[in-house]
Nanobody, 126 residues
Framework: QVQLVESGGGLVQAGGSLRLSCAAS????????MGWFRQAPGKEREFVAA????????YYAESVKGRFTISRDNAKNTVYLQMNSLKPEDTAVYYC???????????????????WGQGTQVTVSS
């Protein structure tokens, strides 16, 4: 059983930056691909970014490509989401998730993930 805890959310002005962290425990972190999703009020949860088990492969939603960067530190059991040039439409609760998959696989579907964190709120003011 893997436990995931997100942190780093907050209130930021448009154009600003935030770095989210997701700390994992209870499993072998390097055995999981990781992903970030978000859910805005009244909307469905959507994919943001994903990274493979070793960090060799990454994948981004078009809406964040070039602004967000996903990375991981397997020695610290942590995955990060660096968010730059934030826009009001990035406002959402951000969730990290873990998927038990083969080494180079990344996943963008909610159904592809096995464990989820509780989320951290990101609010971008205009």
């Amino acid at each position: 059983q893997v436990q995931l805890v997100e942190s780093g959310g907050g209130l930021v002005q448009a154009g600003g930056s935030l770095r989210l962290s997701c700390a994992a425990s209870g499993g072998t972190f390097s055995g999981y691909a990781m992903g970030w999703f978000r859910q805005a009020p009244g909307k469905e949860r959507e994919f943001v970014a994903a990274i493979s088990r070793s960090g060799d492969s990454t994948y981004y939603a078009e809406s964040v490509k070039g602004r967000f960067t996903i990375s991981r530190d397997n020695a610290k059991n942590t995955v990060y989401l660096q968010m730059n040039s934030l826009k009001p439409e990035d406002t959402a609760v951000y969730y990290c998730a873990a998927a038990a998959v083969a080494r180079y696989i990344v996943r963008s579907s909610i159904e592809g993930y096995d464990y989820w964190g509780q989320g951290t709120q990101v609010t971008v003011s205009s």
